[in-house]
């Protein structure tokens, strides 16, 4: 009788218990070995110049884009990790303004008109320059637009410019 009691213990066990340890040894395997590796190379500089007219004036900007590696850390939906980088101008300017004023119309919806505007470089991140597939959010360098809905709410339009609407 013994016996007969441990091995229908020992199926129930086979069956209710090891199949979810299993599964979850399998999970904490995968993410280990999926993890993306720390960089090669983890500190970049690209020099860049901007050049632009604007009622008959010329601006000539020239600055570097900085990156660098940052860590890594479970991305937004939490169903892996990725690479974080940073990245920042030499100048430690913020983000260059190309234009910035109150009541004129929107160039990406010319039929909305803002309290305020701005039309500024956004110089792109770190991803982008650094080549990384696996890292985070991957952006080339563009023209943007931010604008007041209403008071106290800034939105920004990440609405790449044409030549043209330059």
């Known amino acids: 009788m013994q016996k007969s009691a441990k091995r229908l213990i020992a199926k129930i066990a086979g069956i209710f218990v090891l199949p979810p340890l299993l ?9 280990n070995i999926l993890d993306p590796l720390p960089p090669t190379i ?13 009622n008959g004036k010329k601006y000539d900007v020239s600055d570097t884009v900085v990156c660098d590696f940052s860590n890594i ?34 160039i990406i ?3 909305r008109i803002d309290s305020e505007i701005e039309k500024y470089y956004n ?3 770190a991803t982008y320059f650094m080549g990384d597939p696996d890292g985070s959010v991957s952006e080339k360098p563009q023209i943007d637009e931010t604008y007041s809905e209403r008071p106290k ?6 609405t790449p410019l044409s030549a043209e609407q330059l």
């Not at 937004?76 to 109150?102: C, M, Q, V, Y």
């Open 23 to 31: 599964i979850i040894g399998l999970i904490i395997w995968t993410e």
């Open 42 to 54: 983890k500190h970049g500089e690209f020099p860049f110049e901007l050049k632009y007219e604007m």
């Open 73 to 106: 850390s479970m991305d937004a939906g939490g169903f892996g990790k990725i690479r974080r980088w940073n990245e920042h101008l030499k100048s430690g300017t913020r983000r260059i303004t190309i234009l910035s004023d109150n009541n004129i119309r929107s």
């Open 109 to 111: 919806k010319p039929d």
């Open 123 to 125: 110089y792109g991140s």
């Open 153 to 158: 709410v800034i939105v920004i339009d990440a």
